[in-house]
């Protein structure tokens, strides 16, 4: 997310920097979402190594099937002022889906024009809605992250591993999750995600930063954990300096993933053993995990 700059557009400039060089202040989180209950920190039953490896390799069979899937994604960006009313908005729904020849494509459906008027949309922003927030640790990712086990949790009423995911080194155009997943200790699959996306730009007059968030995650057709809503939401502070006023500034990402179906064929997302609202309705509380039956 980048600060308007009296409507000078400012151009990312990638560079290779390491997690711990990353700006602690550039942004204030939002208190974690109800929903978790008691962390049990005393060593898993199985090592944590192999719960590790397990798990990687269900993202990994859960990546595949979900690239056999389509689905309607509603992405929605707003700031918000000082009394927590919207002041600006960003509002674009895709279909991911295939084309003639069978190679995945996202299909802009609605995108009216933007109302963002203290910040503007980046590569990045875009990036992250696509493949950032919906984030799947597999078997060829795991190599670039620390994964440290952190203890067992419920959310809800799902019984978690819970586990640090750190970048080992973060590579020059490439973005990565920094936080925290809870992996069912039945399915191994991840239930929720809640991090951020880095690296963020930092640089005054060149900023470009984005807020933590959570993705929560459901069961499709009584098998996968697909995502189903993510919501990012934090104080962004950008700096002043060459003749411009720093400014903080309220962002909230809502993300909703709906009508998923097998390539070719009808099934629907289900909660719990409904079908999923239609998504142009007013928003909701986020669905949280239901096991399948």
Known sequence: MKAHRSSIFLALVACAITVSAQDKDSFTPMPLDSGFGRMDVNPPAVPAEQIIKEFAAKETEFQD????????RYARVQTLDDSNKVDGEWYEVDDVTFDSTGRRTEKVVFAPGSTLQRVMMSPSDLQDIS???????TNEEIAQYDVKYIGRQKVDEVDCYVFEVE?????K????FLGRIWVDATDLQIVVTNGRIV???TRKGKEDLHPPFMTW??????HYWFPVYTKGEGILHFSSGNGFIGEDVHIRDT???TDYKRFGSTSKIIFGGQTAPDSNQPQQAPPTPQKKK
Do not use: M, S, W
Request: aromatic fraction near 16%; glycine fraction near 6%.
């Open 217 to 222: 995650r459901a069961q499709v057709d009584g």
């Open 255 to 257: 993300i909703k993933y």
């Open 131 to 137: 493949h950032g927030y919906p984030f799947v640790l």
């Open 167 to 171: 970048p080992k080194l973060i590579e």
């Open 173 to 176: 155009n490439k973005r990565y």
């Open 199 to 201: 690296p963020d730009d």
């Open 65 to 72: 099937a979900l690239n056999h899937y389509t689905y309607r």
